[in-house]
């Protein structure tokens, strides 16, 4: 990918064995410390390399990357941490959450019950610092996004979106249905490390109260 | 280190910001690079005032950034050229030049380009953050207090002794990157390209393509012939990195160039714009007109090798003048 990047595609899916592919071979190239590699950087799908052309010719680039990719799986990979995000569900904090019920002939219960049944695998933190992009809800909560994205959508905002959930770090646009609000700040560029969640990571979801919110906050 | 008032912003112009060469490392956390978006001229500003090459500077948009000198400065100003002038008089740009308290920096308008990037010995003292002093404008951080400068702010330096042995130093003028009016971009194919018709291939890199006031720091959005997509393939990706540079091509077919403010997207790729060319691409502004011309990777290293030494001879000359 251009004059500085190398592009390394591990399928054309989203799914947890592909993700796990990429990850494996970021974390390999990383603890490899390639002279010359800047940065690489894991995604869904691919893992795009950044790498220095004054110091690293793209050939001898290749053949480090295919001699990490030989002995992948011998590599260490750690096991995923589970972090449990607290959210208040509904009301203002949830504005989407009446019309997801609706959409599945559900009720605000059974979809926050859902909502917090499984754990979910963190695919990427991308789009804005500190987005997670989770999967998969259960079928009974894939809804298609809004069909007019909102203008400001509040940080700390759980939503979802087709087979996804993600939560918003800070405020933005947004076309996300909105369950939920946690107090939990997904990102401080001040603090160490910024970014709350980590990808390959995973995350359980469980209401709280809107009294709890402040106390969190505080 | 002590901090000493360097500028008061009377105007803060179109847009204004503090920027070094960016904040690297964070891509995996959605953080992107931000920085200078013509990091060439920000480097040579910065040698040109006896800095290290990454130091922080400002980035001005257009026109309109006045300020006041609290104190005695050495600055230069490089980048596009938007009508610098000290005390109302036309003040050369690619030198360095020395500013005593009280004098006034206008930036009138377009000349040609559109960013010009000031440096200043010492630099601009704004805290680090995540390894860089960029300003990163949609995450609200980094810089001056995350945001653009406005009227009423107050510029700090480093309480270093002034450098006088750089002043009057100039740039060589045949190695000032020129802008045409009508600048072919070098692009790399890919990693995309395959999903556009051979036709459709032939209009990116045949066709002139109009920048659209749809345009910031995040990207330029091209008016221009429909890039014919092939009818088997869907219209977005599984969302993946971005690089500044990159060219998307969304589902009307105009292409988009990324900057330095984005991380990821989901719109297909159909090239990428070489680092030497990144420079040219920040002094673009609404109705300026660009082309695309396909090179290989092989030929895009030549090209930074011959940038990167003659950058180096420079620095090596300038340091021991």
Same mark, same amino acid.
């Given at each position: 990918m251009g004059d500085r990047g190398l592009l390394l595609e591990f399928g054309d899916e989203i799914s947890r064995e592909i993700n796990e592919k990429v990850r494996r071979m970021a974390l390999a190239s990383q603890s490899e410390a390639?002279?010359?590699?800047l940065e690489t950087v894991p995604t869904y799908r691919s893992l795009l390399v950044l790498y220095d052309p004054m110091v690293l010719s793209i050939k001898d680039l290749k053949k480090r990357l295919e001699s990490i990719e030989e002995r992948l799986q011998q590599s260490s990979f750690p096991k995923p941490k589970l972090t449990r995000i607290p959210v208040v569900y509904g009301g203002n904090y949830g504005p989407d959450l009446e019309f997801v019920a609706e959409y599945h002939l559900s009720t605000p219960e059974e979809i926050i019950r859902l909502h917090g049944s499984r754990s979910y695998l963190i695919y990427l933190i991308g789009?804005?610092?500190?987005f997670p992009y989770m999967g998969e809800l259960p079928e009974g909560l894939v809804t298609p996004r809004l069909k007019t994205p909102r203008l400001s959508v509040p940080a700390g905002s759980v939503a979802i979106a087709q087979k996804q959930t993600g939560i918003y770090p800070m405020e933005s646009p947004g076309g996300w249905q909105i369950l939920g609000r946690t107090?939990?700040?997904?990102?401080?560029?001040?603090?160490?490390?910024?970014?709350y969640l980590q990808m390959g990571d995973k995350v359980q979801f469980f209401p709280i109260h809107e009294r709890e919110f402040e106390e969190w906050v505080n | 280190m002590g901090q000493l008032e360097a500028f008061g912003v009377l105007e803060p112009g179109f847009l204004t910001t503090v920027q070094d060469l960016g904040r690297f490392g964070f891509s995996q956390i959605g953080v992107p690079p931000s920085g200078a978006l013509d990091p060439f001229s920000l480097r040579v500003g910065n040698l040109l005032v006896g800095n290290e090459e990454g130091e922080a500077g400002l980035e001005t948009t257009i026109m309109g950034l006045r300020l006041k000198a609290m104190r005695e400065a050495v600055i230069a100003i490089t980048g596009g050229d938007l009508f610098p002038t000290l005390n109302g008089e036309l003040l050369e740009m690619w030198r360095s030049h020395l500013l005593v308290e009280g004098d006034m920096l206008n930036f009138? @308008?377009?000349?040609?380009?559109c960013r010009a990037y000031l440096a200043l010995h010492g630099g601009i003292a704004v805290p680090e953050i995540m390894g860089s002093k960029s300003t990163f404008l949609p995450g609200k951080?980094? @810089?001056?207090?995350g945001r653009a400068l406005k009227k009423g702010d107050i510029l700090y330096t480093l309480d270093?002794?002034?450098?006088?042995?750089?002043?009057g130093g100039r740039f060589p003028t045949d190695l000032i990157p020129t802008s045409e009016k009508e600048t072919p971009l070098r692009v790399i194919p890919g990693?995309?390209?395959?999903?556009?018709t051979e036709l459709g291939f032939q209009t990116f890199r045949s066709s002139f393509y109009q920048v659209t006031a749809k345009s910031d720091r995040m990207g330029i959005r091209l008016e221009g012939p429909k890039i014919e997509r092939r009818s088997?393939?869907?219209?977005?990706?599984?969302s993946e990195s971005l690089i500044p540079g990159a060219i998307q091509v969304p589902g009307d077919g105009k292409p988009m160039i990324i900057l330095n403010?984005?991380?990821?997207?989901g719109y297909t790729k159909i090239a990428t714009i070489i680092s030497t060319d990144l420079s040219k691409v920040a002094q673009l502004k609404p109705g300026d007109r660009v082309r695309f011309e396909p090179i290989s990777a092989e030929e895009a290293h030549q090209l930074l090798r011959k940038q990167e030494g003659r950058l180096k001879n420079f620095k090596e000359s300038f340091q021991h003048r």
């Open positions: 390639i002279k010359g590699v789009f804005m610092p500190g107090p939990v700040k997904m990102f401080d560029p001040m603090r160490d490390p910024p970014a | 009138k @308008g377009v000349r040609k380009g951080f980094g @810089g001056l207090e270093i002794p002034t450098s006088f042995d750089k002043i990693p995309q390209d395959h999903h556009f088997d393939v869907e219209e977005s990706i599984i403010e984005l991380v990821t997207g």
